[in-house]
């Protein structure tokens, strides 16, 4: 398997073991699929509060291409203020760590703001 391949499937993992709840009915499923010989797309998807954070990209011989964004499953925008992330394909990882960050505790706030609000009832 591609190393990009390994480390979008490893950060996603890692992500959404970060994200803790004590909300019995909130489930998380995570995963990513691969299309074409360059292009992948990894999610973390919040049940039933049905917010999703995307990780999408693709790359060459020498550079990854990442956009990051948080969204509803039918495609309304949260989130992208963290989009179009280009690294050196030996460095995404240290690369796009600070911008993981961010997001991942912009997913956390988004979803706990969701989960309050009066229509999560």
Not at 47 to 72: K, Q, S, Y
Request: hydrophobic share 40%.
């Amino acid at each position: 398997m591609d190393i990009i391949k390994e480390q979008m499937l490893g950060i996603t993992a890692e992500i959404a073991g970060s994200v803790e709840f004590s909300f019995s009915e909130v489930h998380i499923n995570h995963g990513a699929y691969f299309w074409g010989k360059n292009n992948f797309t990894a999610y973390i998807s919040v049940l039933p509060l049905e917010i999703e954070l995307l990780i999408e990209g693709g790359f060459d011989e020498r550079t990854v291409t990442i956009a990051l964004e948080i969204c509803t499953p039918d495609g309304e925008i949260i989130a992208d203020d963290f989009s179009a992330i280009q690294s050196p394909k030996e460095n995404v990882r240290k690369t796009i760590t600070p911008y993981l960050d961010a997001i991942s505790s912009r997913f956390i706030t988004e979803i706990k703001n969701k989960k309050q609000s009066p229509s999560a009832e």
